[in-house]
């Protein structure tokens, strides 16, 4: 998880870098003007950017203050994100395939053997099987209670750092409505210091600041497509644990009759 980290926090440092180092030559070609020859001829158009030079471009017009702070939050937000991905989907176990194993385990070598085979598969719901079973030569109760138990720290490793993914999507979209905010104000001090309402006076600030707000809503948008997946998936891997720990409890039963 550290390494994943460190090559997303360099790899917006450099595109964060990119995007200052180009801030003068994106903006020149923006604000391309065309000519008229004749009134016959025709004005020739201007230049259209590409999606990530217009990115570039409104990326830089918003202000290098709280737009890096919104690109911040998404860099970190898809760095827990993708590291939660990688972990669930490591986590997953064919949970009907290893209860068949652990059944003809204990039927052929007993809990030694079922032991054996939780050992050798990955995933919290081995971890679970296994916890039962080493407790199984006392009472059923007993097993039953490390179950729950167990299943309770597998769910917290399962969640772990999720937070931060919740707490990055609201913080994006406020940071943004500062900005606005911050910007509105700008706006109007310029008003006041020239005694005048003119359009070019607001207009600039006015953009700047709604920029801020664009930009954070599309982070928390991203990051919330991320988290909907993440929590469907502990979803998923939660129910698989607690079915596999009923029948796990039913095998244990049956063994002990």
């Known amino acids: 998880m550290k390494r994943l980290f460190s090559i997303l926090a360099i790899a917006g440092t450099m595109a964060f870098g990119t995007v200052n180092a180009n801030a003068y030559t994106t903006t020149t070609a923006?604000?391309?003007?065309?000519?008229?020859?004749?009134?016959?001829?025709?004005?020739?158009?201007?230049?259209?950017?590409?999606?990530?030079?217009?990115?570039?471009?409104?990326?830089?017009e918003g202000?290098?203050?709280?737009?890096?702070?919104?690109?911040?939050?998404?860099i970190l937000g898809l760095a827990i994100a993708i590291e939660r991905i990688i972990f669930l989907n490591l986590s997953t176990t064919n949970s009907k395939k290893l209860t068949q194993n652990?059944?003809?385990?204990?039927?052929?070598?007993?809990?030694?053997?079922?032991?054996?085979?939780?050992?050798?598969?990955?995933?919290?719901?081995?971890?679970?099987?296994?916890?039962?079973?080493?407790?199984?030569d006392g009472d059923?109760?007993?097993?039953?209670?490390?179950?729950?138990a167990y299943g309770g720290v597998q769910m917290g490793q399962l969640e772990k750092n999720v937070s931060w993914i919740s707490l990055f999507i609201a913080l994006a979209p406020m940071l943004g409505f500062m900005g606005?905010?911050?910007?509105?104000?700008q706006a109007f001090d310029k008003i006041e210091a020239a005694g005048d309402m003119q359009?070019?006076?607001?207009?600039?600030?006015?953009?700047?600041?709604?920029?801020?707000?664009?930009f954070g809503l599309i982070?928390?948008?991203?990051?919330?497509?991320?988290?909907?997946?993440?929590?469907a998936k502990i979803d998923?891997?939660?129910?698989?644990?607690?079915?596999?720990?009923i029948t796990l409890i039913d095998m244990l039963v049956k063994h002990k009759k």
């Not at 202000?63 to 998404?74: E, Q, T, Y």
């Not at 059923?140 to 729950?148: L, T």
């Open 219 to 231: 982070v928390a948008i991203i990051l919330q497509i991320f988290y909907n997946y993440i929590i």
């Open 102 to 136: 652990v059944e003809d385990a204990l039927a052929s070598g007993g809990l030694d053997a079922a032991k054996e085979v939780c050992r050798n598969t990955k995933g919290p719901v081995a971890s679970i099987f296994y916890q039962g079973l080493d407790r199984a």
């Open 180 to 185: 606005t905010v911050i910007g509105m104000i």
């Open 30 to 60: 923006a604000t391309t003007t065309v000519a008229t020859v004749t009134q016959e001829e025709n004005a020739a158009p201007a230049e259209e950017l590409g999606f990530h030079q217009e990115l570039k471009k409104r990326f830089i």
């Open 236 to 245: 998923s891997i939660v129910n698989d644990m607690e079915d596999a720990s």
């Open 140 to 148: 059923i109760d007993a097993a039953e209670k490390a179950v729950v």
């Open 63 to 74: 202000g290098p203050g709280f737009m890096g702070i919104v690109l911040l939050c998404l």
């Open 199 to 214: 359009p070019s006076l607001v207009a600039g600030g006015i953009k700047v600041a709604l920029l801020t707000t664009v």
